[in-house]
């Protein structure tokens, strides 16, 4: 064992071993250990804490990168839409999106061919079909501009992302995986049979050492950096950093299907539904260098998104309507592409070092709807360097709570405000929405609404808050707020402080009682 603060002797040996706890890392995990592999997942912060809570949020095609030619990518995510929705109807659900004739911009025909590919060559099934808008007639056009008299009308599904991350992450451990946040990689060694790898505590500084027959570095924008500083490879430049920036303003119209503007520079952004109360318009894309977790959005990019929804919708949008920014950065890999918007999405698995020594297999790019896709094919890669085990099986397993019909959803709410008749048809549908069947497990024994215990805000509650504590592996109110629920957007600073000073006692409380 190595010497050093809070070092602990021995070490656990794993098939793999995983950095990186977003998207990708928790899909392979579960797909891993779903296949009989031992695995361990390390991530340094909390889960979905990089780009994989930082997105726009879709589970799409891709309708613009048919533009550059990459039909394989678009294929492949257009056959996950429905798959995933199947998987997760909870947290994934159908949305259409009308997308106005500009007539200075890409002409009628070539967006109907764009559409009629993207509606055939996917094998849709349950999604709608492509259709033709009067704007004139159709509420869809009444929040625009009058010049726009037609549209298209397509499908496509909404996710919410950082729940897809974390319900990963829950069911590889539930099926026996170590899951590890809040543990950072700090170095990898090679040895004779394998990776000795050692691990470090974020909030106590104890060290941990793990052996691994090979190692999965799915660390996002941070790829390269892991492969420098733990790994120790120098000169390493594989991924091309790109900052994508939301902002969030209030309800700009009354219908749930969102929009998708073209814009004069070529590029495309979204004005989305959002979390009930609020529209979601985005994103940029910029270049980036400097530490991931430092990416904000500037004031130009604020002008740009509100400048450009303000070409299409009647109203115009202003600085002062945006009520909440994001930004996150994608770490696409590095094809040479001369515009960051042109850079491919698809992603690439690259083992690293020569053949025949211990595995280090590194993830670049990729998108959230083709993450079990993109596990899959690194499940080929593993099989490869230590062997293969078990054979695909996540396309047709739910992810937890999500064991109902895709189109089920209105019955499960139905069905837990029965069973649950104090709760108001908001809390229900809110916690449908997050949780699923897993609900009901939340919910357990309570019997009025004062069983849901002291209340922070929103309609956020202490029986929520300890499942997500002891679910979930949530340790902050930014966790609760931001990542496992979006209730941030409808809680104050005075909330969300003695929500974090509630749940540093709770986490004081299981520490003692670990310790006893």
Known sequence: MRSGRGSVSGSKAFDIFIVGGGINGCGIARDAVGRGYSVCLAEMNDFASGTSSWSTKLVHGGLRYLEHYEF???????????????????????????????KGLRPAWLLRLGLF???????RRR???????????????KPLKPLFSKAFEYSDCWVDDARLVVLNARDAADRGAVIRPRAKLVSARTEKDGWLLT??????????DVRARAVVNAAGPWVDQVLSRAVGRNDVHNVRLVKGSHIVVRRLFEHDRCYIFQNADGRIIFAIPYEGDFTLIGTTDLDYEGDPKDAAISQAEIDYLCDAASEYFANPIKRSDVVWTYSGVRPLYDDGASKAQEATRDYVLKRDGANGGPALINVFGGKITTYRRLAESMMDKIAEAIGPKGKPWTAGATLPGGDFDAEGFPEQVRRLK????????QQAHRLVRLYGTRAWKLLGTASQASDLGHHFGADLYELEVAYLIEQEWAQSAEDVLWRRTKLGLKTGAEEAAALDRYMREKRSGISHSAAE
């Open 199 to 208: 691990i470090e505590d974020q909030a106590s500084g104890r060290r941990e």
């Open 127 to 141: 999604l709608p079909a492509t259709k033709t808008l009067d704007m004139k007639r159709d509420p869809a056009g």
């Open 72 to 102: 394989r990518l678009v294929r492949e995510a257009l056959m996950e839409r429905e798959v995933l929705w199947g998987m997760a109807p909870h947290i994934i659900w159908p949305l259409r999106f009308v997308l106005p004739h500009h």
């Open 117 to 123: 590919l993207y509606d055939h060559i996917g094998g």
């Open 418 to 425: 029965g069973d649950y008749p104090f709760l108001s048809e």
